[in-house]
């Protein structure tokens, strides 16, 4: 099956503490992206990545870090930094080369910082 | 920077009624797309607009793109309880960003 996985589920951090959320895909999609979804929210931007070691802040990156070190993987590091971090943390991929825009998601990690 | 609004916020309906979602932009689109997100779940892609005045449907789901390509709608005829969830509309940016409008949450009461 192809798709995108995130681990995991659900995560539970203590205030001041790092949280890295895994994003893996086997779709051969070039392009990635992270979103944070808060309650009843629409989806930000936190980083997106257009090609491996490329990415690109996205519209809220404070408090947020990325790396793009294989095809398959982006995975999202919530630091102390990120003042509210508890939220919804999708991410997803996109075939840049189709010309079509849609974008697939993975089922999301819910992050709660006690 | 660009931005995409999308009303209502919220819609409560009774099962049967129909229901419509509107999105607007302030700068033309080269193409829109819509989302729904089931409650607890994620984004699942629907559909992609691209010729100004656009009409697509998926059974009872029809999806309009504007004649100025600005605005789009997406319009459920008698909806049921498994229409519940969130709509989102997207517009690509042209380069590698999605801006996705707030959504429109719908309830369906049986």
């Known amino acids: 099956d192809g798709g995108i996985t995130q681990s995991p589920k659900y995560l539970f951090r203590k205030e001041g503490q790092n949280v890295t959320l895994s994003c893996e895909q086997n779709l051969n999609h070039d392009a990635m992206y992270w979103y944070r979804q808060d309650p009843g929210q629409g989806l930000r931007l936190i980083y997106y990545?257009?090609?491996?070691?490329?990415?690109q802040k996205g519209d809220i990156a404070e408090g947020y870090s990325v790396s793009r070190e294989k095809k398959e993987s982006f995975p999202l590091t919530v630091t102390s930094a990120q003042k509210n971090p508890t939220a919804f943390y999708l991410c997803?991929?996109?075939?840049?080369?189709?010309?079509?825009?849609?974008?697939?998601f993975g089922p999301g990690t819910r992050l709660t910082v006690l | 920077g660009q931005q995409v609004m999308q009303i209502p916020q919220y819609q409560h309906v009774q099962e049967g009624e129909d229901f419509t979602t509107y999105c607007n932009s302030s700068?033309?689109?080269?193409?829109i797309q819509w989302y729904k997100q089931r409650p607890g779940g994620h984004p699942v892609f629907l559909i992609q607009l691209v010729k100004s005045g656009e009409v697509k449907k998926q059974k009872r789901l029809t999806f309009q793109f504007g004649e100025a390509k600005k605005n789009s709608s997406l319009h459920i005829t008698a909806t049921q309880t498994t229409d519940v969830g969130t709509y989102f509309c997207a517009a690509h940016t042209g380069g590698f960003k999605t801006i996705f409008g707030a959504g429109t949450r719908l309830f369906v009461k049986a």
């Open positions: 990545s257009q090609i491996v070691n490329d990415f």
């Open positions: 997803a991929s996109w075939d840049s080369g189709t010309g079509y825009s849609e974008q697939f």
């Open positions: 700068t033309t689109l080269s193409n």
